[in-house]
C-alpha cells in the first residue's frame, strides 16, 4: 500500500483523527487534507491536467503542502518539487 492510499483509508475510517499536527496552523484531520485536496483535483481538472501530467510546485511545508500533494498524487499527476527557501544558485 502506499502513502497515498494509506492516507485515504484512514480519510475514510477516521475523517475526525488528527493528520497533522503543525506549531502554525495546529492541528488539521484528514478530512481536513482531503478538503484542500478536492479542491486541487478541481483545479487539475480545470486546468486539463491528467494523469501521468508533471507539475512544478514550490511551497513551503503546511497543510496546504500536504494537501495539494495527496490532491495531485490521488490523479497521478507528477510533483516537480523546488524548495522555495535555497538559493537558485
Request: include cysteine.
Amino acid at each position: 500500500m502506499n502513502a497515498i492510499s494509506l492516507f485515504a483509508q484512514n480519510a475514510r475510517l477516521h475523517p475526525q483523527k488528527m493528520a497533522i499536527a503543525d506549531i502554525k496552523f495546529g492541528e488539521l484531520s484528514f478530512e481536513d487534507i482531503e478538503r484542500i485536496g478536492v479542491k486541487v483535483q478541481a483545479l487539475a481538472h480545470k486546468y486539463r491536467l491528467h494523469q501521468g501530467d508533471a507539475v512544478l510546485l514550490a511551497m513551503t511545508p503546511s497543510p496546504l503542502l500536504y494537501g495539494t500533494i495527496c490532491g495531485l498524487m490521488g490523479l497521478g499527476i507528477r510533483i516537480l518539487f523546488i524548495e522555495p527557501w535555497m538559493s537558485l544558485e
